[in-house]
């Protein structure tokens, strides 16, 4: 069943879809009057509902669904800027799908591409775009954030979390493996993480100096050494691993 979010609270026990979403329920999905799909409100709850009227894409709350699909803490990924489009892109897609509460790009001091102001919020918009739908695709009931920070240093000054970690190769080559699970075995329901991923020239020495001294534990994500983009998504897997599965 589809899944859209809905930009106001119910009035009278109904909702109106946005634009974007009322086109492809009604046009797209070609729905009539008495077709189902399932509605997130602002406040996050899920109801299902069934579409009313096919001009203006009002729909009746029929019920609320009890489902659970965040993870049980606020994953914060926090990625140095890649060189390619598609990397940024494919972060946010998976990222979402997989449960990151926020996704942040910053410029790393081995970072290649650059974003320039003029364009960055186009940029983070589209991003965003790509947040949403992947939220809806994947039944979740937040919208991660998608944000930029143009420096290490404000990436750390604008991310406080209760436990911090950067995936650092050196970490993998030396065969540290302890510092990931125990912090996953020490993070409480509703506490926040920080992850920090460097770019395709991985995170400099200095970089690590500095975050060490800013109580950011450096972690190896086991023995091989992931792309830039591949990091992100495996540490939200061993996140939702240990706090959902296991």
């Avoid at 809905?6 to 329920?25: G, R, S, T, W």
């Avoid at 500095?210 to 591949?230: D, F, H, W």
């Amino acid at each position: 069943m589809q899944q859209y979010f809905v930009d106001e609270m119910p009035k009278n026990n109904q909702v109106q879809l946005p634009a974007d979403a009322a086109h492809h329920f009604v046009r797209v999905m070609r729905a009539v009057v008495g077709s189902e799909c399932e509605v997130v409100l602002p406040d996050h709850r899920v109801f299902k509902a069934q579409l009313v009227d096919r001009d203006t894409a009002k729909l009746a709350l029929v019920n609320q669904i009890d489902r659970q699909p965040e993870l049980p803490v606020n994953v914060i990924l926090a990625c140095g800027l890649p060189k390619t489009k598609g990397k940024p892109e494919l972060i946010v897609q998976k990222g979402t799908e997989l449960g990151a509460d926020k996704i942040i790009f910053f410029a790393a001091k081995r970072s290649i591409s650059q974003w320039r102001d003029n364009k960055l919020a186009k940029k983070l918009a589209h991003l965003q775009k790509i947040a949403h739908a992947a939220a809806e695709q994947s039944h979740r009931t937040k919208i991660p954030e998608i944000g930029y920070d143009n420096s290490l240093d404000a990436l750390l000054k604008h991310e406080p979390a209760d436990f911090r970690l950067v995936a650092w190769e050196e970490s993998a080559k030396q065969g540290e493996h302890a510092q990931l699970v125990q912090t996953l075995r020490q993070i409480k329901k509703g506490q926040s993480l920080l992850a920090i991923f460097g770019p395709e020239g991985g995170i400099s020495q200095s970089e690590i100096d500095y975050m060490t001294s800013n109580q950011v534990k450096a972690a190896g994500l086991g023995p091989r050494i992931l792309r830039t983009e591949t990091a992100p998504l495996y540490f939200l897997a061993c996140v939702s691993y240990q706090l959902e599965l296991d």
